[in-house]
């Protein structure tokens, strides 16, 4: 009898990203923003790095805005087994929505604008975020609730 590993599937909730006094990471323009996390755990996880993407819309250099996939080389490249999953929703994700880094995007439109403009950059963010999470939410609200 053949046995396969068959990776794991979680889909977790990050209930928001605000300002905190304590590790002074700073998620503006993205506070208060709620999203939907895919996390996929591989079969020799922790000794190889989940998968990460955003399930629902976001705007953002390091983030493809239509897979919703992250790129962070923390998550990508240089993982360790030292790492878990509180580490990616307390410190990893807080940090790239913080520190976005524009010269190696996923999203080269948003990359772009943040080098060019980042005021504008911001207000798109915000465009994004008004559009889509009230809609998004509404839906993870129905959906765990009904």
């Avoid at 490249?77 to 999953?85: A, E, I």
């Avoid at 950059?121 to 839906?139: G, H, M, P, S």
Wanted: net charge neutral; hydrophobic share 40%.
């Amino acid at each position: 009898m053949l046995n396969f590993a068959v990776p794991k599937k979680v889909y977790l909730s990050v209930l928001s990203f605000h300002s905190s006094g304590c590790d002074g990471v700073v998620a503006a323009p993205y506070e208060g923003g709620v999203w939907k996390v895919h996390v996929e755990l591989p079969v020799n996880y922790p000794y190889k790095s989940p998968s990460i993407g955003f399930a629902n819309r976001i705007y953002h250099p390091n983030v493809d805005e239509m897979s919703g996939s992250v790129c962070l080389d923390v998550i990508n490249q240089s993982w360790s087994p030292m790492f878990d999953l509180i580490n990616v929703f307390e410190v990893f994700l807080p940090q790239l929505l913080a520190y976005p880094n524009p010269s190696d995007p996923l999203n080269g439109e948003a990359a772009a604008l943040l080098l060019r403009d980042p005021e504008k950059y911001k207000a798109k963010i915000r465009e994004v975020c008004r559009r889509f999470w009230l809609r998004d939410n509404l839906q993870m609200f129905c959906t765990a609730v009904c």
